[in-house]
């Protein structure tokens, strides 16, 4: 298992899984790599060197260069990285990093969330000033460097210990919030070896729930056995609690890698011509075994009994689900229903309803025993069990070209919306 940085909190799960066992449980003897200069990881995981490894998220560039590599999850669901500068710096916005001098690798230049940062902003990166990286916050302080790439979870809490004040830009404050320390490996390992894989993605997210739900006891591990950054355990705990936040922001569920976020994330790196072919992300994911391998006897005993399954619908939102001129149900969760159906072996019957509205009362008076294609609110929380999503499909607001840039929620105060009836 091969890291993509330093030992700290940051890999705590993989810690974790192999000092409470969760990786012997599975019968795998576990070797956790610390990163150092003379390694590649893409070529590792290429090369079968290494058999997992966490990456960043400009490996979706090196995939489209024909690197055989497939995502297992996605540790953090929103990005720790930062630029970051001193408050009497006097930078207060990006375009005020017009010339100045910033520390940041070749990695993290080209990482979709600082890039899509910047061009938001109307800066490119010929505007910037890039100097060499001493992954030293005293640099800040001296003057050799006004902003330096940085992790949330470590260097603002560095340069407060060093009695300065730190301002920090994140991407996500401008919209853009992506992934980071993706769980990798090789293709073919993957093809190969399916079963193992997933159960190694499992202990793994086994392990960083355990280490964000005992957060003393893996600090007092790292403090002991893996602290060779010589961090003190109030910077540990700081980290850890960061951490937990973009570990588990926007999802209940560790591990989480959604389609439509990839695809977005990829879409700024052909933007700035940095791939090479295009790729189909669906192959880039991991697919684990079907529900046949996966479900418990209890389940299956379930379905076996059920033999039919009462769906409602949205009868009226084409092209995801609607009935079309013959009264059928048509559309994209059709399509996800008989794959279901073939997979577990039981009917899903649709339930005809007038409106969205109706149906959700048919599944409050239990005449539906589940409905389709229905997002979580606090209102239906109240009545509705919600399971994880298996169709990501992100709203957004839709404007025509002449229309200024909508980068925050607020910029639409005052304006006149259209959305369906009901909703």
Not at 140 to 145: D, M, Q, T
Not at 228 to 251: D, M, P, R, W
Not at 303 to 318: A, G, R, S
Not at 386 to 409: E, G, Q, R
Request: proline share 3%; aromatic share 12%; charged share 30%.
């Amino acid at each position: 298992m091969q890291l993509q940085w330093k030992h700290q909190f940051e890999f705590a799960g993989f810690y974790m899984a192999k000092e409470k066992g969760f990786y012997k449980d599975i019968g795998l003897e576990v070797n956790i790599n610390e990163w150092n200069h003379n390694i590649n990881i893409i070529e590792d995981i290429s090369s079968k060197k290494a058999q997992y490894a966490v990456a960043r998220p400009t490996s979706l560039i090196d995939i489209s260069k024909g690197k055989p590599i497939v995502y297992l999850a996605a540790i953090y669901q929103s990005s720790p990285l930062v630029l970051l500068a001193k408050k009497d710096s006097n930078i207060k916005e990006i375009k005020d990093f017009r010339n100045k001098k910033i520390m940041i690798t070749k990695d993290h230049i080209n990482d979709s969330s600082f890039t899509s940062m910047f061009f938001s902003q109307g800066l490119k990166l010929h505007n910037l000033n890039i100097v060499k990286h001493s992954f030293d916050v005293k640099d800040l302080i001296s003057g050799k460097a006004d902003l330096m790439a940085s992790y949330i979870s470590n260097e603002p809490f560095v340069l407060k210990e060093l009695g300065h004040e730190p301002i920090v830009f994140r991407p996500k404050d401008y919209g853009f919030d992506f992934y980071n320390d993706i769980l990798i490996t090789n293709k073919d390992y993957a093809k190969n070896n399916k079963q193992e894989v997933q159960k190694f993605k499992e202990a793994t997210l086994k392990g960083f729930e355990y280490a964000f739900s005992n957060i003393e006891e893996a600090v007092n591990l790292i403090y002991e056995k893996y602290n060779f950054q010589n961090k003190s355990k109030e910077a540990l705990i700081y980290e850890s609690q960061e951490l937990k936040k973009l570990a588990y922001a926007n999802s209940k569920e560790l591990g989480t890698l959604e389609f439509t976020k990839l695809e977005r994330m990829y879409d700024v790196y052909k933007l700035l011509a940095l791939t090479e072919n295009n790729i189909n992300l669906n192959d880039v994911v991991f697919k684990e075994n079907t529900a046949s391998t996966t479900l418990n006897k209890e389940e299956l005993k379930y379905l076996e009994n059920k033999k039919e399954i009462k769906v409602c619908i949205d009868p009226m939102w084409p092209p995801l689900e609607f009935y079309n001129q013959k009264k059928e149900f048509v559309g994209i969760s059709a399509d996800y229903y008989k794959l279901f159906s073939e997979t577990l072996g039981v009917e899903f019957n649709v339930v005809k309803t007038k409106s969205w509205q109706e149906s959700k009362e048919f599944v409050k008076e239990k005449k539906c025993d589940i409905i389709s294609f229905i997002m979580p609110t606090q209102n239906d929380k109240k009545h509705i069990n919600f399971t994880s999503a298996f169709l990501t499909l992100p709203l957004v607001l839709a404007t025509k070209h002449n229309v200024s840039f909508i980068n925050d929620i607020k910029d639409i105060k005052g304006k006149t919306i259209g959305f369906p009836k009901g909703y």
